[in-house]
């Protein structure tokens, strides 16, 4: 018997990941599944552990790098509607951590509520962006949030309250299950201020940041709030350095681009020779931002 059999036409072998991710690089996922409710995820998550497998959630893919070789188990591809319900009640929100953070930050706004607009141009999900803390020098988006609703390892779905949430710099403590939806706190504020807002932190990224490109947005932290990792390596000299048909961009020396005909070996090399140069130059050792699969 094959695993997953039972979860007919929504598991599929040997699926190419690449499609699925802004780098629009890299190997296939040995299973990829993609669940229609919570409760065929909960079932997919308790069949990997029964059968020993790994399995890994992918949303947006705005943020990972897969390897050539692929990713071994189980990917959890979340896209569903039942994943994108959005409800706003006052100044709280409860959002699916499907739906895309562009068109919550949208939402809101329209609603007259302000905060998330500080988030405007960071693409992906709302899943993706809490999970990882998303957010920018104006702040981050764990700071709005409430609740989670999450599945954990063991297949259950629970609750966890504001004091059991853990947000630090472009990281939280829910990397351990699946984020099902949350709820946020905004205020309220006047729509056309936060429009104003979004539109000149929009302005600003566009000008500083090189969108339109394959990429996965920073690749490293800052190694300090103060100390950017993109301008020690624009320091050091690899702004516009190319290995292969993968380049440090010139805009922002934070991203690595892939031009068409890029490979993952190219972005890696790439990413090694940044750490290598970086350390020798300043001494800092630069921690990923991006997930490598
Ligand atoms: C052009 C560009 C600009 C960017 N600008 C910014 C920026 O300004 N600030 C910033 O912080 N980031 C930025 N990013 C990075 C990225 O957009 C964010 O990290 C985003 O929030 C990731 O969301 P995603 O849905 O694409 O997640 P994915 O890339 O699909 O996944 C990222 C990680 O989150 C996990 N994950 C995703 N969904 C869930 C879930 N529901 N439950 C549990 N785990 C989950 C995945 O397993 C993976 O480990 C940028 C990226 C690009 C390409």
């Known amino acids: 018997m094959q695993p997953f059999d039972e979860f007919h036409g929504v598991v599929r072998a040997s699926e190419p ?5 802004w780098f629009r690089l890299g190997g296939p996922a040995d ?22 497998l790994p399995w890994h ?4 893919g705005s943020n990972v790098l897969v390897r050539d070789e ?3 188990g189980l990917v959890i591809h979340l896209e569903s509607p039942s994943f994108s319900d959005v409800t706003i009640e006052g100044a709280r929100i409860v959002c699916g951590s499907a739906v895309p ?13 302000a905060g998330l607009e500080t988030l405007t141009g960071i693409p992906g999900t709302v899943g993706g962006a809490v999970r990882g803390n998303s957010g920018g020098r104006q702040g981050a988006i764990g700071q709005f949030v409430r609740r989670a609703t999450v599945l954990e390892p063991d297949g259950q779905i629970r609750t966890r309250a504001q004091d059991d949430l853990i947000f630090s710099y472009r990281r939280s403590n829910l990397d351990d299950c ?15 201020a936060v429009v104003r807002r979004m539109r000149r932190i929009w302005i600003v990224k566009k000008e500083n940041q090189p969108y339109g490109h ?6 490293f932290k800052n190694p300090t709030p103060e100390i950017s990792a993109g301008t020690l390596i624009d320091q050091a000299g690899l702004s516009g350095r190319r290995i292969g048909e993968a380049e440090i961009s010139d805009r922002h020396a934070n991203y690595v681009i892939a031009d068409p005909g890029a490979s993952v070996a190219d972005v ?12 020798r130059q300043f001494g800092y050792e630069l921690e990923l931002q991006i997930q490598i699969w």
């Open 214 to 219: 394959q990429s996965a947005g920073c690749i």
């Open 101 to 113: 953070l562009t068109a919550l930050i949208s939402q809101t706004a329209r609603a007259g509520l």
């Open 268 to 279: 890696l090399e790439l990413i090694d020779l940044t750490r290598e140069e970086v350390l």
């Open 70 to 72: 692929g990713v071994r």
């Open 178 to 192: 699946v984020i099902l939806s949350v709820e946020l706190e905004l205020e309220h504020d006047d729509l056309e």
């Open 31 to 52: 299973f990829l599944a993609r669940p229609s409710s919570a409760e065929e995820l909960s079932g997919l998550v308790q069949q990997c552990t029964q059968a020993g």
């Open 17 to 21: 990941l690449a499609p699925l991710t």
């Open 57 to 60: 959630v992918l949303a947006g």
